[in-house]
């Protein structure tokens, strides 16, 4: 595969992205004043967000919620503390998100510089669907771009999230390797394995996305001028329902799998490292930060969703969402933090570092950045 091929990719990507979103907010702006909406009262709703309504305009479903769901809606942590974190988020990690990809692009020896391409690639569209949800929450959680654009956003912005992990995966297997096997490592092709799995990961969770296009992922709040994206939805149908465990089945992949293998990958790290008669301390202190920011930022909000989901699918309750729309706020956070964090284990080893391997008294030379 040619690489500068791949890397203007992604600026395709983005561009693309961009002028579809904005075109379906021009089209959907058009519409949206001109809903006329009939509808009989419905019953409370009995699960997690509502019930839908019959609709005779037949353009935006109507959905029923109830009045603790639209105060948490239309709240101050919804419509300003959220909204807030994201904007932090968007001005730290866009920039340096382009700056890292924009230093990459010209790198000549990118064996070591694929998995960090993908992985400022993932944190980037995952800032730029971040955007998005700061209107949507600043409009008093009211969605103005459509129902595609709902379903893109969606998708873009969890996909992201798991491929993120994953990567964050590869980069510490690859550590380990570099550290705990250091012949393997020097043998081995860095640059196909680099470009093998970072296509991998973003095939499996393209197609892992699918099913957020499969449902309706926008509904008008009964009553309220207002339409909401994926915050609301209706577990009333066979399919939505079964939604539920393939969620479930998306965060044992896309977060608890990986989080095992980060811990184990790093924790063989430091204690090898801690064995050499080299003074690694400030690499193992940069390892252990990198280690505890990801579990800071990732486990919050995937432990709060995976609960959700489970109190959901038993009981038809839906009050630890509410803490779990705050928690993802971290998510954000680790995607502006990842250049930084980059940054600091490279600067921690030196490029092209004399290693001794723990089993040999020869030194190889290997790149552990």
Known sequence: MNWKNLSNMWRVFVLLLLAFMF???LQDSVSKDSRIIFSKKPPQPKTFSGTIVLNSSFQMPVINA????????????????????????????IPSNVFVLTCLSGRKNLSTSILYFS??????????????????????????????????????????????????MCISVMRYLAVVHPFIYRAMSKKYY????????????????IPEFMIQQSYQVLEQKMVTCHDIQSY?????????????????????????????AYGSIIYHLNRSSRDWKHYIKASTLVFGIFLVCFSPCNALLFAHYVKLYTQQQYDLYYYYRAAVCLCSFHSCLDPFLSYLLTKTSTSQAKFTPFSSSASVALSMS
């Open 23 to 25: 075109e379906v907010s």
């Open 194 to 209: 680099g470009i093998c799995t970072s296509l991998s990961i973003w095939m499996v969770f393209a197609i892992a996305m």
């Open 66 to 93: 109830s009045a603790n769901v639209i105060d948490h809606t239309t709240g101050i942590v919804s419509t300003w503390i959220i909204p807030s974190a994201y904007i932090l988020a968007i001005l730290v990690g």
């Open 236 to 264: 009333e149908k066979a399919f939505n329902r079964a939604l539920i465990p393939y969620r479930l089945s998306l965060i044992c992949l896309g977060f608890i799998l990986p989080s095992l293998v980060i811990t184990f």
């Open 119 to 168: 992985l400022a690639v993932s944190d980037l569209l995952l800032l730029i669907s971040l955007t998005f949800r700061v209107h949507y929450h600043l409009n008093n959680n009211d969605w103005i771009f459509g129902e595609l654009a709902c379903k893109m956003v969606t998708a873009c912005f969890y996909g992201n999230i798991y491929c993120s992990i994953h990567a964050h």
